[in-house]
């Protein structure tokens, strides 16, 4: 498989942004995995908390911003095109969950962005099993690219569930 097309689009000025070459990285690791396109193509757009509060209001009925939204590209009937759809990333939530998760923010982006690849190729996480094996595939991934389980369970937490 040639590497994936990634379409990095920069809605915004701030630091911590991923390069292409990470976001080719984090994407082919997830189309490694699966049947797709040679030349698969999708876009990454980072945005700002208020593009990603009004795209999460108008599609998701959220009227807040989210980490990331992915929208899959449906061929139309009859056309083939090699089009995986849009992810679009919100930098400072990402930020701010990174900090909040003591996560370095290069690996938190590695996992959004892997989960919302997830997405477009058809994952989802609306039920208990579907969570399981999206989580169970995200954590393989991000092992292969050297980073831990973001699903992890601090050990204070532990202690504090006690």
Avoid at 140 to 150: F, K, N, R, S, V
Wanted: with cysteine.
């Amino acid at each position: 498989m040639t590497s994936p097309r990634v379409d990095r689009q920069v809605a915004l000025e701030a630091e911590g942004l991923p390069s292409q070459a990470e976001l080719e990285a984090w994407v082919g690791a997830v189309l490694s995995r699966h049947v797709v396109e040679d030349e698969s193509e999708l876009s990454v757009r980072l945005v700002d908390t208020a593009e990603s509060q009004t795209l999460n209001r108008d599609y998701r009925g959220r009227d807040k911003p989210t980490n990331i939204l992915s929208f899959p590209f449906e061929n139309p009937p009859g056309v083939t095109l090699p089009l995986l759809g849009d992810l679009v990333v919100c930098h400072p939530v990402v930020v701010a969950e990174a900090a909040e998760q003591d996560k370095a923010l290069g690996d938190h982006y590695a996992h959004m962005v892997v989960h919302g690849t997830l997405h477009l190729l058809g994952y989802d996480h609306l039920e208990d099993d579907e969570a399981e094996a999206m989580e169970a595939l995200e954590r393989e991934i991000l092992a292969e690219l050297g980073i831990t389980d973001p699903y992890r369970i601090a050990p204070e937490d532990e202690r504090a569930d006690s």
